[in-house]
Every structure is written in structure tokens, then in C-alpha cells.
């Protein structure tokens, strides 16, 4: 697939299913973005509630717990804002509540970049083809267009003063398809450090940054970089 004609973005909203999910996708990438002055910011459907191991933890806390772990994670990187939407984990879907949602949090943030998940199944890492990151990439995608540049799309949005806008370009991250790679060997540590604030998720901390390392060298590697280099790779569409 040729690579698009990226645009290099000023403004991201980086839209997942639970927290951690930007962190594993595209940490590198946005610890980079930031570095640069770009302005990224967080909305994530679900506050995590059906994650986690220990059995010992009241499971009523854990949307606390998970929220503030990637509060901790995002301000390793510099993230400027984090919205939760509070749908529930595992129950996720690509319906009109959904796309309202993040259709309100895309007028109000009116970024040029929307980072999100594929919507379509990666047979290849079926982990990270879970059924609330496929229904969070179609809503995304549904929301990017046509949702938030209709003006006759939820009216109740312009009603609040939310007016239609235009994104002009989409990360998608874990999908079976890539066009877009990106260098993320100055801020890979950056990316573990955020991983490794997801302490409830993480039964082995020790393994985590060699399986992150591994990862990014394949990635490198299938984008035919340079040996020792560390990647993340995504699917960019144009959309203005």
C-alpha cells in the first residue's frame, strides 16, 4: 500500500476503548508527537472495569484504579487532557450514543489528527482485535465522518455552541493493514515507563519493556528499517 501524504499534526485526539489501549498502540508515536509541540489529548470509552488479575481487589474500584493509572501514564508523556466516557467495559458498541459522544469531545477539541483503533479484525494479533477496540475504531471512524463535520448530525451538539468540524486525517492503530511508519527509538522508553504505570494489568513488570522492545524491532524490521531501530506502525487516511 503506497504511504498517504501525511500532514504533520498540530492538534491529536487519541480516541480508545480502555485505558492502557494508547499506551500499547501508539505510546511511542505520541510521547514523539509532544516532544514536538504537538498538542495531543485522550478520550477513552470505557474506564476499564472488567480488566485487571487480582481477585483480591474489590471490583467496584477498579474503574478508579484505571483511571488514575493512565492519568499517571499521560502525564509521562505530556498529555494535555483526558476525557472518560464512561461506557461499560466489554459491552462496548459502535452505536449512535457512542458516536454522539465522541462526536461532542471531536467539535469541542476540533483536532486536524484523530488517533484511534482498527475497526477491523488483525487475525494476525488477535489480542489486540478486542470486540470493544473494533466497535471504538467504527464509531471513531463513523464519528470523524460523517458525524462531526454534519451539521444536521446531533443537533443537540450545536445546540450547545459545539459547531461541525472537519478532522484531516486518521491514525489507525493494530489493524491488519499499515502505509505509515513511525521512528519511536528516542521515546520507546517513554512508552514502557507509561506501560508500567498500568500496575493492575501487569503480572509480570520485568518481561513488559522486552516484549515492548521486541515488538517495536519486528515492526522496524517489516518496515524494512534499519537493524536496532524501534517502530510503531498504523494505517493513515486522508480524509480533507
Known sequence: MAPPEITYPKVVLVVVAHPDDADFGAGGTIAKWISEGVEVH??????????????EIDRDLIPAIRESEQRRAAEIYGVHSIEFLGFSDGFIEANLKLRGEISRVIRTIRPDTVLCQSPERNYQRIQASH?????TGEATLRSVYPDARNPFAFPELLEKGLEPHIVSQVFMMAGPNHNFVSDISLTINDKIAALLEHKSQIKDPDALGKMIMSSALNNAREASLAPGVYAELFQVIKIA
Do not use: I, M, R
Not at 485522550?42 to 481477585?55: I, K, M, P, Q, V
Not at 470486540?131 to 466497535?135: G, S
Open 42 to 55: 485522550y478520550c477513552l470509552a470505557s474506564s476499564g472495569g472488567a480488566g485487571g488479575f487480582d481477585t
Open 131 to 135: 470486540p470493544d477496540h473494533l466497535a
